[in-house]
């Protein structure tokens, strides 16, 4: 039995387990996702929104 | 954890090329016209202060902070230009992984690896959910333009964004004509309602220069989509292919 075999029975195996656990894992990258634009974005902290300022402009993010 | 990590590896990579693009770009064409208006904003400021406040918010009003509060803020020229490309950079990064997370779910349900292709046309949902949406209601607002106060705006704007977004994923997702239907009215609704907005603007900033503004926001971003969603999805379908595929 070659290497590669041995790879292709286990990799057959993978999509039932995977499949719950991508949907997790990509959840979990929009949450963070989500985050990041957030606090870039529209955190109300002055130091926040004067180092984002521009962006904010450029993006149309509310901005005060 | 090996979806999660290519997601992030991905937007890593697609976030740093796009934020860089795009803040050359707006080197062009935002910032200028920010700068621009900024002169009039500081003007207005110095009346402002002479005579008695009227009871208008100002964009950057800072008169309800007590003197010498102010709080710390980049430098002009480079400094300020650094700190613009780290928040690009940023924000390509956190819509990046938006945009994984949904190819990503995408190519679990399909079993096919999704193409440049396909982010863009991502990448095109995005500027329609995240910069025509809630410009509709809220077009994108230079320094020095009075606007309604800021928490009503962001609660529109979020509000705009999540309507946009489902509306379309009825459309496309859905195929029946009661989807279809359900997601014109959700796209809608927002503006039917109606974003916060003052009854009455004073401001000196010239309408043509606010107009050059909307304009180079939305070309921007439509650079800005564009690229995130075709570099997210071509680096995704890199960091995601099969272990089989991958050379020891």
Known sequence: MS??????????????????????????????????????????IDVIHNAAHDVRHSNAFPCH | MSTFRAIVFSSVVAGFIVGLVVTAAQQFGTVP????????????????????APQIILVHDHAEQAPGAQAWEPRDGLERNLYTAGANILT?????????????????????????????MWGLAGFAVFTIAPALGLPPELPGVPVAPLLSRQIWWVIAVAATAA???????????????????????PHLIGAPELEHIETNVPSSLSHQFVVAVTV???????????LTSAAFAWFDRPASTIRA
């Open chain 1, 3 to 44: 290497q590669a075999q041995i790879t292709e029975s286990q990799v057959t195996h993978l999509p039932v387990a995977g499949q719950v656990g991508r949907l997790a894992q990509s959840l979990m990258a929009m949450a963070l996702g989500l985050l990041i634009v957030g606090v870039v974005g529209f955190s109300h």
């Open chain 2, 33 to 52: 016209l920010i700068l621009k208006a900024e002169v009039y904003e500081k003007a207005a400021e110095h009346r402002h202060d002479a005579a008695a």
């Open chain 2, 92 to 120: 390509a990064i956190g819509f990046a992984l938006l945009l994984g997370g949904f190819l990503s779910l995408r190519s679990g349900a399909t079993g096919v690896r999704p193409s440049w292709h396909e982010g863009l």
């Open chain 2, 167 to 189: 509306g379309l994923g009825l459309i496309v997702f859905r195929r029946s004509i009661p989807a279809a239907i359900a997601g014109v009215v959700l796209i809608m609704l």
């Open chain 2, 220 to 230: 921007t971003s439509l650079i800005f989509w564009s690229l995130l969603g075709s």
